[in-house]
């Protein structure tokens, strides 16, 4: 069974405090792990998908890394707009995917 | 603009009364989904469908149906909703090749009393 771990549940920075959000899975025959943001009341924003270990993937201040057994989402000098919650899923052989938690950032100004 | 549609947005209904959630899509997607997000949760699967007449149970399956007629549509029916069916529902779609990125519609907040 595909399972995926977030931490930390939840994370308050000051603006332009850089740090990392953690994913760590279990699966059968990745086929991708993904990144969503979502705002509260809305549906997932898809960011990144990654596919093998040692792939990075950026986005403005967002980068993205793959290890074998986690994934880090690095987060450098974060603005207020950046607060949301990070999922992170992963599919495996078959088509449902396995999302952890998330974990909701505030940045503070 | 490539979307997902969802209707309705807000839905207050009560126990055993039959509802229709609708979801479309307008990218030619083969794949599409149902979740439900509830606080503490997260993300759980209730039913997808990989075509055309081609549907499969989630991880949450119990008490909702769904369709697969047209490509661009996939409606969630709940025929005899229970409060405990209170949430917030998305429909997503995704092709069948790389990335394999899902698309979110903007969700449905359902309360059933």
């Known amino acids: 069974e595909d399972q995926v771990t977030q931490s930390p549940e939840a994370l308050r920075l000051q603006e332009g405090e850089s740090s990392s959000l953690n994913c760590s899975y279990t699966?059968?025959?990745?086929?991708?792990l993904f990144w969503y943001r979502q705002d509260p009341g809305k549906g997932p924003e898809f960011l990144f998908t990654l596919y093998s270990a040692g792939e990075e993937k950026e986005k403005e201040r967002l980068k993205a890394t793959l290890t074998k057994k986690e994934s880090f989402l690095h987060i450098t000098a974060p603005k207020p707009e950046d607060s949301a919650t990070y999922l992170c899923a992963v599919r495996g052989g078959s088509y449902i995917p396995t999302f952890g938690r998330g974990t909701s950032l505030i940045v503070h100004p | 603009e490539a979307q997902v549609t969802q209707n309705p947005r807000y839905l207050i209904t009560v126990t055993g009364k039959k509802l229709t959630v609708t979801c479309s899509q307008n990218m030619n997607h083969e794949y599409m989904s149902w979740y439900r997000q509830d606080p503490g949760l997260g993300l759980r699967q209730i039913y997808y469908s990989m075509n055309v007449e081609v549907t499969d149970k989630g991880d949450v399956p119990e008490g909702y149906k769904v369709s697969r007629k047209e490509k661009r549509n996939f409606p969630l029916i709940l025929e005899s909703p229970s409060p405990n069916q209170t949430s917030l529902y998305f429909c997503?779609?995704?092709?069948?090749?790389?990335?394999?990125?899902?698309?979110f519609g903007p969700g449905t907040r359902l309360t059933v009393t």
């Open positions: 699966v059968s025959g990745l086929r991708g």
């Open positions: 997503a779609s995704s092709g069948e090749s790389l990335p394999y990125e899902q698309y």
